[in-house]
């Protein structure tokens, strides 16, 4: 629901005073101390998290019993508490999954599904709890990477683990013995073999060196640049075309005629299930090197080693940003985004002046994240551009552009006099987005959480922007308070950052 222009405004006067005013404060005591005590325990790195904490899922515990125990939402980032340091953190749809300086994996929130690698008997967990099963002794965990109701693991050797949902089968755990409900949920980690390099094809591919999980499908990339996708094939969201697993639709849909095939695909969607790794063929067909992959809620994104972004799947709301003139329903096969150019205006910037027009020609990109329904960039020159929805902020762009994108176009850059901002990693959660710049500061942007869904403060769907204000949208990149504070003894860098479906968590390091 986007807010007022009075809410709206305020919002922009909030940010454009660096300043949050005493919110800033509040935030340097809620994270800062807790890096300094923890020093002593020979670890610099934590896990930091913010927004909805129902059952559990930023793992800082609960008060109360029943629906009290859930766990407790904050609009401010505070700590996760583990036994080791932390090294990598993902942000599902009701779950956060952390990888420790140990080489496990630990997970907090909702586990219906076992997607926290525990028997569902566990309904949720308010604390990151070590998960079993990992051979992390021998073969460390190094990425995690959480869908809505399933997680996947990436071990130093490039060996891929997963856990929970997998009805769709975005576990890529194939059916055993035939019987379906055998595998509709993993409850404890469970081996991909086939992605393994001691599987047939395996070592012609590399191992597997990255990881990304939807709602329902996944993919993993090697270091020889291949892509394997499975799970859902929903509006061809797993990049195999019309011949892959059964569908006869052609390359690309026309929006005239899409959205009755759109419905017809949705209704027959659990016939065309990849279970299995399958590698996408098209890229390999034309040397397409994979540097990085991201996923949304139904379409998908890879950046090769050139910096050209491939999208595909459903592209009704403009998130692949393959312009309006395509006028796509969905894509079933990669197709190369153009970013350079100035757009169809031929212009590097809008009428507006403020950076957030078409992109200057031979712009490159060096990392990318698919939102729910739009998507997110880091240009060469350390900048962003989005595209697709943005009806509550979510492309960073302003609040005089609040339609939607059709192609991916600047975002309005954050002005700090005393230090540049560039920008170098990117994540994108259902409605909001997150940056981390080259000197560890972090900005958000996009839906602040401003419906409620509790009458008790501390349980609503507000916070995940960590700017201290539950109950707002933010339109533009604003960045969060108690990060990359410089001067201050106790500096927090970040190091990354998650974005989930109404939460985020990020890496930081202390700065010693």
């Keep these: 629901m986007r807010l007022s222009r009075v809410a709206v405004d305020a919002a922009r006067r909030c940010s454009a005073n660096d300043g949050f005013g ?14 300094v005590s923890s020093r002593h325990r020979g670890y610099a790195s934590f896990a930091f998290s ?12 609960s008060t109360g019993v029943g629906e009290s125990a859930l766990g407790l939402s904050t609009d401010l980032f505070k700590k996760i508490a583990l036994p080791v340091g932390a090294i990598a953190v993902s942000s599902g749809g009701a779950h956060t999954a952390i990888v420790g300086t140990d080489g496990a994996v630990y997970t907090c929130g909702l586990n219906d599904f076992g997607q926290l690698g525990v028997a569902t008997a566990v309904s949720h967990l308010t604390q990151a709890r070590k998960v079993d099963g990992l051979p992390n002794e021998y073969d460390p965990v190094i990425d995690v990477q959480c869908g809505h109701f399933h997680t996947i693991c990436l071990t130093r050797d490039g060996e891929v683990w997963s856990f929970g949902r ?22 404890a980690p469970a081996w991909l073999e086939s992605l393994s390099q001691s599987a047939p094809g395996g ?36 990049g195999h075309g019309g ?34 790794p399958r590698l996408v063929r098209s890229l390999a067909m034309s040397q397409v090197k994979a540097k990085h992959p991201s996923l949304g809620l139904a379409h998908s994104l890879v950046l090769d080693q050139k910096g ?70 880091i240009t060469n020159d350390g900048r962003l551009a989005s595209w697709g929805v943005n009806g509550n902020g979510e492309c960073g762009s302003g609040s005089l552009d609040d339609g939607r994108r059709d192609r991916p176009r600047g975002v309005k850059h954050p002005v700090d006099n005393k230090r540049p901002v560039h920008f170098e990693s990117v994540s ?3 409605r909001h987005a997150a940056a981390v710049t080259k000197d560890g500061r972090l900005f958000t942007w996009g839906w602040g959480g401003s419906a409620g869904q509790h009458t008790d403060d501390a349980f609503t769907t507000g916070g995940q922007l960590g700017l201290g204000d539950g109950q707002c949208d933010f339109w533009e990149p604003t960045p969060v308070p108690g990060f990359g504070v410089s001067g201050r003894e106790t500096n927090l860098k970040v190091k990354s950052v998650s974005a989930g479906f109404n939460h985020t968590a990020v890496i930081a390091d202390d700065g010693k």
């Design 428 to 430: 994108a959660g259902w």
């Design 166 to 187: 997998n009805d769709d089968g975005q576990c890529g755990v194939p059916l055993s013995g035939g019987a379906r409900s055998d595998t509709s949920a993993i409850t």
């Design 243 to 276: 011949d892959a697993i059964g569908d006869d639709a052609g390359e690309q849909r026309k929006a005239s005629f899409g959205i009755f095939d759109s419905v017809k695909k949705f209704l027959q969607k659990k016939s065309k299930i990849q279970r299995t």
């Design 203 to 238: 070592r012609d591919a590399g191992k597997v060196v990255k990881i990304a999980a939807g709602p329902r499908h996944s993919i993993a990339v090697t270091e020889n640049g291949a892509v394997f996708t499975w799970g859902s094939s929903f509006e061809g969201c797993l």
């Design 22 to 35: 005493n919110i800033r404060h509040r935030a340097l005591q809620a994270v800062a101390p807790q890096a």
């Design 308 to 377: 050209t972004v491939f999208a595909w799947g459903q592209g009704r709301f403009n998130q692949l940003g393959v312009g309006a003139r395509m006028n796509v329903a969905w894509v079933e096969t990669p197709t190369a985004l153009e970013f350079g150019g100035g757009g169809e205006d031929g212009k590097n910037n809008s009428s507006t002046g403020d950076g957030t027009g078409g992109l200057p020609v031979n712009t490159t990109v060096t990392s990318i994240a698919a939102g729910g329904n739009f998507s997110v960039a």
């Design 50 to 61: 913010c927004g909805n904490g129902d059952f559990g899922r930023l793992g800082h515990g």
